[in-house]
């Protein structure tokens, strides 16, 4: 019968009608949300996402404030520009655009953040408080990760306190934005996790967690990594990874660019088709798994939706509501 398809469009587009009454409501008192993106240069997909960001804010209702400015912008005259969005009241929350020129340390921006500001959490205090399990603001797409599950679990009959309690829960990746807060995030609903990576993979051990799980949230940035013979039957499997690649004419092998040959056949890909793709092999592991997040439309359709939820949060604290 194949796997149940958790939809994230649509489960995004409920948790926008339950924010827009809440924003409905804060507007009413005389909050206005809003947020501010700080881009330093030109790269092609900070650039991308701040277009993205002012899209969201549009469609959300929020107020928006953009920051762009010159690569050679010195390290000190960014940390001031951080400091005028934190003392502006009509900012709630503060999304740096990565990377930095060089000459412009990420640490150097982020811990000049207000905490109560960070709304996709950056800064070390508001990470540290995801560890101990009192998040301000959970990460945005770790925070998707877990609410596809609830909302999945929810969907089946199943109490998510239950659905976690001593679940297998296996996290392929463990970078700073996905891969360790997810496994905070779901460690503090008592699931036992097992954190895996490149290095796990290195030393043929990826199978031995990934077959084990429950859950499979895989968030490594490696298109198709996961196949179907890693994965448990009956699982639930969350793909994070969102991936443009370009599918070979002669033999369908998935290559990262035009440029060269395939890596497969050696043949010619100027003219091959553009692809998006997640981290898991959709149409493989869906004959396996018991649900499955699309690529695209599953968690990245979620991930604004929680930027959104942190930003009415840091609203209300700036109006000590």
């Known amino acids: ?108 921006v982020i811990n000049s953040i207000n905490v109560n500001k960070d709304v996709d959490c950056f800064h070390p205090f508001n990470m540290g408080k995801v560890a101990l399990g009192e998040p301000s603001f959970p990460p945005a797409t770790p925070a998707a990760c877990v609410e596809l599950m609830e909302r999945y679990m929810l969907g089946e009959g199943i109490d998510p306190k239950d659905g976690f309690e001593g679940a297998e829960i296996c996290v392929v990746g463990h970078s700073n934005i996905v891969g360790k807060p997810v496994s905070f995030l779901v460690l503090n609903r008592n699931a036992t996790i097992t954190t895996s990576h490149v290095f796990t993979s290195m030393k043929g051990n990826l199978e031995k967690h990934t077959t ?67 981290d898991v092999n959709f149409d493989d592991v869906k004959e396996k798994a018991a649900a499955i997040t699309p690529v695209p439309g599953g968690v990245g359709s979620v991930t604004n939706m929680m930027l959104a939820k942190n930003t009415l949060r840091a609203a209300r604290l700036m109006a000590d509501m």
Request: glycine share 10%; net charge negative; hydrophobic share 40%.
């Open 1 to 108: 019968m194949g796997a149940k398809i958790i939809d994230g469009k649509a489960i995004a587009d409920k948790i926008r009608i339950e924010l827009q009454e809440e924003l409905k409501n804060l507007k009413a008192d005389g909050v206005e949300p809003g947020i501010a993106t700080l881009l330093v240069g030109d790269d092609f997909g900070a650039k991308m996402y701040r277009k993205a960001v002012e899209r969201f804010c549009g469609e959300m209702g929020f107020a928006y404030r953009e920051e762009t400015h010159p690569a050679d912008t010195s390290e000190e005259e960014v940390i001031k520009i951080v400091g005028s969005l934190n003392d502006d009241r009509k900012v709630s929350g503060i999304l740096p655009l990565r990377p930095f020129p060089a000459h412009v340390a990420d640490s150097a």
């Open 212 to 278: 084990a799980a429950d859950y499979l949230i895989v968030a490594a940035g490696v298109p198709n990594l996961i196949n179907s013979d890693q994965v448990k039957e009956g699982a639930v499997v969350i793909d994070v990874g969102i991936n443009r690649v370009v599918v070979c004419p002669e033999c369908g092998t998935l290559n990262r660019g035009k440029k060269e040959p395939c890596r497969e056949c050696s043949a010619d890909l100027s003219d091959a088709e553009n692809k998006t793709v997640g």
